[in-house]
Structure formats: C-alpha cells, structure tokens
C-alpha cells in the first residue's frame, strides 16, 4: 500500500521559516516525479512546486525565490523549505506523486498517490 506522510507544518509569523518532509513508501521511488500543492480555505488546490526524477525543479510563480523542493532518495523523502513566509501561504499543504506528467507537471490530475496535509499557518 502506497503511503505519503507529510510532516513539519505548524505556526509560524511572517517572514519566518518551515522545512516540510514527505516520507513516501513507493517503490522505485528514485522513478517517480515528487510534488507539493496547497489548498487555501474556499480557494482550490494549487500548485506549489515539483521536482523530477532527475532532479529538474519547478515552481509557481508566488513562491520561486522563496521555496525550494529537494529529495533524497536513499530516505525517499522529499522536502519542501520554506523561507520568507507570507499570510497568504496559509494553506494545507500536500505532497504528491507522479510516475509520469500526463497532464503536465503543475496539474492535480498528473498526480496519482497524494499525502493526507499539513497545515501551514503564517500570522501576521
């Protein structure tokens, strides 16, 4: 059974920092494209950032400069750090995984196996 299980959200003040982890029991997880989405109370899932099997990285335009998504493979985990925070990254943050782009890296729908969330919150 395929298990994502994100860790290291929480409280923080603006402009602070959180690092969060995703620890994913797939196998040949080194094959697999690695995700992050975040859904905002009333607003829809989001793109965050994803990070290849070979290690391309891409981000959405509120957070480059400020996130940056990592993996280590031999714990297969992947990483989201998060500096800079703002209020409006306020979100239950996911992790995600895809063994291909089918409908392309910033698409929900390309992701197969997802975590359950963490909450994230930025006080002003």
């Known amino acids: 059974q395929v298990q994502l299980v994100e860790s290291g959200g929480g409280l923080v003040q603006a402009g602070g920092s959180l690092r969060l982890s995703c620890a994913a029991s797939l196998r040949s997880f080194s094959s697999y494209h690695m995700g992050w989405f975040r859904q905002a109370p009333g607003k829809e899932r989001e793109f965050v950032a994803t990070?290849?099997?070979?290690?391309?990285?891409y981000y959405a335009h509120s957070v480059k400069g400020r996130f940056t998504i990592s993996r280590d493979n031999t714990k297969n985990t992947v990483y989201l750090q998060m500096n800079s925070l703002k209020p409006e990254d306020t979100a239950v943050y996911y992790c995600a995984a895809a063994s291909t782009f089918d409908s392309g890296y910033a698409r929900s729908r390309s992701y197969g196996f997802w975590g359950q969330g963490t909450q994230v919150t930025v006080s002003s």
């Open positions: 990070i290849t099997w070979n290690s391309n990285t």
